[in-house]
């Protein structure tokens, strides 16, 4: 088992934009690429002219590169960009080397997840926690997020999450080590896939 703060206490990386002036308004950009496990897109945004940018979204596959660039544009509304700022570049190589095998811990990425409900801030910030190659049930995410018994509102929660992968959602399963959802392309084939590069036990899946 893992440990997890207090529900309350809001985890540092999870960077809620204050805009007490307008001297600065953020900007989301994205970026598609190529991944082992098909195109993948992310978007991100500047929380000033000086800091580091911010993720706002994190797209898995979908069938081609064009629908899975229709679909960023669809949930980020930002705008393309060929040229990501060095720290987003960054994270894009760490993907492609998760992908590869080169497992990566992905819970230092800085995100903005603030237009998400409390309720889903917390369920992320437990599944954060996480570690590669490991699982939680939907009941046990429930407990660490503070709301014990709310196993299908995690559910619903992780369904909605904006930053696949680096929110993991693709590693909370049902009870019993079974499946349970999956709403990216592919569903559940798509989230064995994901569990099996890190080493996994998938066996429930069959």
């Not at 206490?9 to 308004?25: C, D």
């Not at 989301?28 to 978007?43: D, N, V």
């Not at 980020?76 to 990501?84: L, R, V």
Request: charged residues 20%; glycine residues 10%; hydrophobic residues 35%.
């Amino acid at each position: 088992m893992f440990s997890i703060q207090s529900a309350e206490e809001v985890h540092p990386l999870e960077v809620q934009e204050r805009h007490e002036n307008n001297t600065y308004m953020p900007h989301t950009s994205y970026k598609i690429f190529k991944t082992t496990l098909g195109p993948c897109g992310i978007a991100w945004k500047q929380r000033d002219t000086m800091g580091r940018p911010l993720v706002t979204h994190f797209q898995l596959p979908e069938a081609t590169a064009a629908m899975t660039e229709a679909r960023m544009i669809g949930k980020s509304g930002g705008s393309k960009s060929d040229s990501p700022p060095p720290a987003i570049a960054k994270i894009i190589e760490r993907v492609c080397r998760h992908f590869e095998g080169d497992l990566q811990d992905f819970s230092d990425i800085e995100l903005d997840i603030e237009e998400s409900p409390l309720f889903a801030r917390r369920v992320y910030k437990a599944a954060r926690k996480i570690p590669v190659g490991q699982t939680r049930s939907y009941g046990e995410i429930a407990k660490f997020a503070g709301s014990p018994g709310a196993a299908r509102a995690v559910g619903h929660a992780l369904g909605q999450n904006p930053i696949a992968l680096i929110v993991p959602c693709h590693r909370v399963l049902a009870a019993g080590g079974k499946p349970g959802g999956f709403s990216a392309h592919g569903g559940c084939a798509t989230k064995a896939r994901m569990l099996e590069i890190e080493g996994a036990n998938v066996t429930m899946f069959a």
